[in-house]
Structure formats: C-alpha cells, structure tokens
C-alpha cells in the first residue's frame, strides 16, 4: 500500500492540501508535530478524522521527531521524549492508523562512546511505545544514521515486535550514499526486518525532497531489488510541495515500477 505524507498542521495553514488529498484519493501518512498535538484540539483530531475516514482514505500517522532523544542518556530529556511520544500515540489513535512511523535517532556523533547505554535506553522506549500502539505497526526510521547496524541491533532486542523504514533519501545524503553507492548493503541487512520505505528524492547535497527521478537516487537498483523480493512492502511518498507530487506522480506512471499493493 502506498501512502503521501501530509503534516497535520498542513491542513490548518494550507488547506489545498486536503483538497489535493481528498480529490486525488490519497492515503496521508499524517505529521503530528508538536504544534498539530499542543494547538488542535481532540474534537479536531476527530473532525479530520472523519474527513479521511468518510472518503474512504486509510491513514497512517508519522510520530514527532523534534527535539526527541528516545534513547538520551539524559534521564529528564529522555523521561520528556517517552512522554511525548505515548501522548502522540494516543492521540493518534482516534486517525485509525495503519500504521506508525518513528525516527530510531542513532547520532554517532553524540553517543559513539556510550552506545550500550543508548541501546538499553532505545530499547525501553520503544517498548513503551509498542504498549500504546495496538495492532498497528510501528515502523522505526533512519535520520542521521551512517549505517544500519544500530536499526539491527534495536530490532533484533525488540523480538520482532517493531520494523524497520528505510527512508532512501536520508540513506542517499544523511548516510552518504551517495559517495559509498552502498544502498545493496542496507537492503541487506534491514531486509529481516523491513517494513516500509520513504522515497523522495535529493542530489547528495541535502535532505532536499524532491519528486522521484529529480535527484540521483539509484530508483532502480531499488525497483531490482523489490522485483525479487517475496515479502510484500509498503511505502510513504515525501514529496515536499506540490510540483514535487506531481513530478512523482509522472515518474510513477512512466513506467517506472515501485508500485506497491
């Protein structure tokens, strides 16, 4: 299945996006920011629920990212980030969603030297967050991360009860690779555990979120690569503005594969 990404808060400052949503029968992988769980009310939450739901749209949720250390050594930082992430958990469970995703937030630069502590600190968060979740699936996701040993390591402790997204544009600029062309070996090693994908595209430079074929991500050693795979995978569009979909929207339809169920 395949899904857009749509920050609530989009739906507030610029409501052509729920028309585009509704109009093209989009499924919204919906951002519930801080702003989107501090600002709307749960009669909102509700309220837009409805819009998607009575429109027939699945929804999936992506939890909030800013400022969250899930695995901070920190213990008040911490403490605040399992907060806010079982707030928005349940908050988000009036959207129905079919699933959740949350950024795994491995930083070498700040915890290469205490990264068992980090672990065990990841680990218990995400424990706690699997507690609120329910049935649907909790996607952990790639940002900063250099390699996908740490995702292995924390979904090999969590007994198979959380997944993996990979997002192949942090992969392309965050991870470099772009300069190591190394997307093979983290196919490789999250594929146990792979879940979901987050495609958009950049040249490299930056976390640019552009429409696929706009950038240099290798779309079709990826397209290779899900041909052959026999487990089934779904998938967030991230375009950032509309001409962004659209150009996505074309790449699709040219024949490009990447199509999902």
């Known amino acids: 299945m395949a899904f857009v ?12 996006y729920l028309d585009l949503f509704l109009t093209r029968k989009l499924c919204p992988e919906l951002g519930l920011d801080a702003l989107a769980l501090d600002a709307f009310s749960p009669e909102w939450h509700k309220r837009t629920a409805r819009i998607f739901h009575d429109a ?10 800013f400022d969250l ?4 050594l920190d213990r008040v930082i911490l403490n605040a980030s399992r907060e806010r992430l079982l707030h928005a958990v349940d908050t988000a469970r009036v959207y129905a969603p079919a699933h959740f995703i949350a950024h795994l937030d491995y930083n070498s ?10 672990l065990e600190n990841s680990m218990r968060t995400w424990e706690l967050v699997l507690d609120h979740t329910g049935d649907a699936p909790l996607y952990l996701e790639n940002v900063f991360e250099l390699s996908p040993d740490q995702h292995v390591r924390v979904l090999q402790g ?15 600029c965050f991870a470099k ?21 987050h495609l958009h ?7 640019q979120h552009l429409g696929l074929g706009l950038g240099t991500i290798p779309w079709d050693e990826l397209r290779a690569w899900l041909e052959n795979r026999k487990a089934p995978v779904s998938a967030t569009f991230e375009p950032h503005t509309e001409e962004d979909f659209l150009a996505t929207e074309a790449y699709l339809q040219n024949g490009s594969g990447l199509l999902f169920p």
Do not use: M
Request: net charge negative; aromatic share 12%.
């Open 201 to 207: 595209d950049n040249d490299g430079s930056a976390d």
């Open 109 to 118: 630069v700040i915890y290469s030297h205490f990264e068992e502590t980090w």
């Open 177 to 197: 690779g772009f300069e190591r062309g190394n997307l093979a070996q983290w196919l490789s090693a999250l594929d146990p555990f792979l879940g979901h994908l």
């Open 69 to 72: 250390r899930p695995g901070s």
């Open 56 to 65: 027939g749209l699945t929804c999936a949720v992506h939890l909030p990212f």
């Open 158 to 172: 969590l007994g198979g009860k959380a997944k993996a997204c990979l997002d192949v544009g942090h992969w392309h």
């Open 5 to 16: 990404n749509l920050p609530l808060r989009y739906i507030e400052e610029h409501p052509n």
